[in-house]
């Protein structure tokens, strides 16, 4: 493997990662605070053999993803809240089609136009429910510049492994923070399996999962977001068929949740334990260095599907402490796996946790005993 | 390849209503692609939300049945990883200029390398008969019970004005001058718009003194003014009389197109 150390923001890292991953076509509307990845994108891929295409908006940039995606592309866009709510309805064509994207969503303040320039997590439950109708999908949270290269990678062999849009959920401070970053250039590439001959466009193989019937290949497929049989023809009118496809889609990620998982468990014995994703992880690991050894800490590099047998590594847990940048989104996952008190801590308007606000937290998780406590900073 | 073979023969009677004209214009689709020689695997067929849209879905090769109003920008995502397929995109005119009236304009701005083939039948027929953008003033749909009071589009002003390579307009009782159309709009590079009137008996005909199939393509031929008559006409200062339209070859031009290999 030849790696290159540079010093890059966390987004100009995302868009390496995209690269080293094989991603050959972008499409993109400019939005702050995601802009620098477009900008990387147009800037490197003609010179790859790629294709850089500003959009009219970002429903375009997912729909060209996708028809990129079909004629055998990896492809990727990226965004920020306002792009990310008009992109809900190709989303969920690209999760009824089965189509691998990659998504990245450079969270800021919303909702609405909200605070361009300022750091949030307040699109995690879009980001899994948004669209209509019953899906799954996959979603990762890097922390860290190095995150942002190797989790995108990532993102890419998740995307075809499953044929799903997949997530890179991160945000303003991770996106625009400088770090250094190895760029390896000979990452592992998990391809998309082919469709084989005799086979069905949309019958699944033993993971639940199609063969892909790339555009041009010979397969003479037609690919619809209407219900539709194994034959990937229109079936409108069938519960049966319908509910044996969407249940289908769903357990081709739920069923493989424990393979999907990717979280660092810290201190398992530990009775106050953290419970964190992206940036707030930062202010957590701050937080142990100062004062080993106490807490516990489990960090999620991927969010969705939530990762609910980790919590039950920590065996002493007398209260999860959750900071993130919204007002409890991810606590309320957690909380539907777990009896443990709650104590959510929520920040909004940009800026990190200090580790101060986290001791403060450790304070009321010491004597807490409702199910669901919040602290108010 | 015959023409048959371009038909999903499985998938075969189609959903359209009797007397419908979408059959027409898929028919002369495809006949433009099997006279172009076309190979199947060369070829890809998108396609947004509507009755028109569902043309894609009766083509034998690879085929992308989309959103409403977004299949341009699918197929500018196939053409440009793919710059050597051929890509046709069936649009109606509610998912074309409605819905997708953003993706239409810059898809002609970009003037990729698409042959885009509009079927204008003035009226949401999918949903019933609702008025479209394009439903001309004061025609009856559901949604207009007291007379379409909005000015329509004309779209292949708007694809001219846009930057649109090819643009043409004919009916579906122009079966010949429309599948050359087609074919030429596949010759001609970058983004070639092909708007066709077509009859809509259940929605639009039965609500406007058309119930029959026939009454409305009698009116295609009837109101059709050939471009090169009314050219005449307006250098003779006659103006187009109302009801009356105008088919023909509005543009063909040789801008940078998007999206082929050369180019790239």
Redesign the interface.
């Known amino acids: 493997m030849t790696t290159k150390t540079d010093f890059l923001n966390g987004n100009v890292a995302c868009a390496e990662g995209a690269i080293a991953a094989g991603c050959r076509f972008f499409a993109g509307y400019p939005i702050t605070p995601s802009t620098e990845i477009a900008e990387r994108m147009a800037a490197r891929l003609p010179k790859i053999g790629g294709t850089f295409v500003q959009m009219e908006d970002e429903l375009g940039s997912v729909a060209a993803i996708i028809g990129g995606s079909w004629a055998g592309a990896r492809t990727m866009t990226a965004t920020s809240g306002p792009g990310f709510s008009l992109m809900m309805e190709n989303i969920g064509y690209a999760a009824m089609t089965e189509t691998p994207i990659v998504i990245v969503n450079v969270q800021r303040g919303g909702p609405s136009t909200g605070q361009p320039t300022k750091a949030a997590q307040g699109d995690m439950l879009q980001c899994r429910y948004g669209s209509h109708g019953d899906y799954s999908i996959i979603a990762l949270s890097p922390s860290s510049v190095q995150e942002m290269f190797d989790l995108t990678v990532k993102a890419f062999n998740l995307a075809d492994r499953f044929r799903t849009p997949v997530f890179l959920m991160t945000d303003e401070t991770i996106g625009h923070m400088r770090e250094k970053v190895n760029l390896h250039s000979d990452v592992e590439i998990i391809p998309r399996r082919e469709l084989k001959e005799g086979e069905l466009p949309c019958a699944p193989d033993e993971n639940g999962v199609p063969g892909f019937a790339t555009f041009g290949n010979g397969h003479n497929i037609h690919i619809t977001g209407l219900t539709h049989g194994e034959n990937g023809y229109p079936s409108t009118d069938s519960a049966e068929v319908h509910e044996h496809l969407v249940r289908r889609q769903v357990r081709k990620i739920e069923d493989f949740r424990n393979e999907i998982t990717d979280v660092d468990v810290i201190n398992p014995d530990a009775e106050l334990v953290f419970i964190s994703y992206g940036a707030p992880t930062r202010t957590v690991r701050q937080l142990m260095a100062d004062v080993p050894d106490i807490y516990g800490h489990l960090n999620l590099r991927i969010v969705w599907p939530f990762p609910d047998e980790s919590l039950l590594a920590f065996r002493n847990a007398k209260a999860f402490i959750i900071p993130e940048m919204n007002l409890g989104q991810i606590a309320k996952e957690v909380r539907q796996y777990t009896n443990v008190p709650i104590v959510i801590v929520p920040k909004l308007g940009g800026a990190l946790h200090t580790p101060e606000e986290l001791k403060k937290a450790v304070e009321v998780a010491k004597t807490v005993t409702k199910p669901v406590t919040e602290v108010c900073l | 390849m015959n023409l048959e073979d371009w038909y ?1 023969q499985d ?1 075969l009677p189609h959903i359209y209503c009797p007397g419908c004209g979408n059959g027409t214009v898929l028919n002369c689709t495809l006949r433009a692609v099997q006279e172009l020689g076309f190979k ?3 070829t ?1 067929f ?1 396609s947004g939300i509507g009755c028109s849209s569902r043309a ?2 009766y083509t ?8 409403h109003g ?1 299949a341009l ?10 710059p050597h ?1 051929h890509v046709l995109v069936f649009t109606g005119d509610g998912d074309c200029s409605a819905i997708g009236g ?2 239409f304009i ?1 898809a002609c701005r970009r003037n990729i390398d698409l042959t885009v083939v509009c079927i204008n039948n003035s009226i949401y027929g999918m949903t019933g008969g609702q008025g479209s953008p394009c439903t001309p003033y004061g025609a009856i749909t559901t949604t207009t019970p007291y007379g379409m009071h909005e000015q329509p589009f004309d779209l292949c002003k708007l694809a001219d004005a846009a930057g649109a390579n090819y643009v043409a307009r004919w009916t579906s009782f122009h079966v010949k001058e429309l599948t050359e159309a087609i074919r030429v709009g596949f010759e001609v590079q970058g983004l070639s718009f092909i708007e066709v009137m077509t009859q809509c008996p259940t929605s639009f005909g039965s609500k406007n003194k058309m119930r029959l199939a026939t009454q409305m393509i009698d009116m295609f031929r009837e109101n059709a003014v050939l471009k090169v008559k009314a050219d005449r006409d307006a250098a003779a200062g006659k103006s187009l009389e109302p009801g009356k339209f105008i088919v023909g070859e509005f543009v063909r031009r040789h801008n940078p197109p998007l999206g082929v290999e050369e180019s ?1």
């Open positions: 999903r998938r199947q695997e060369e890809t998108i894609s879905g034998s090769s690879d085929s992308l049945h989309t959103t977004r920008a699918f197929a500018t995502g196939v053409k440009l990883v793919k397929q953003n993706h810059h790239k």
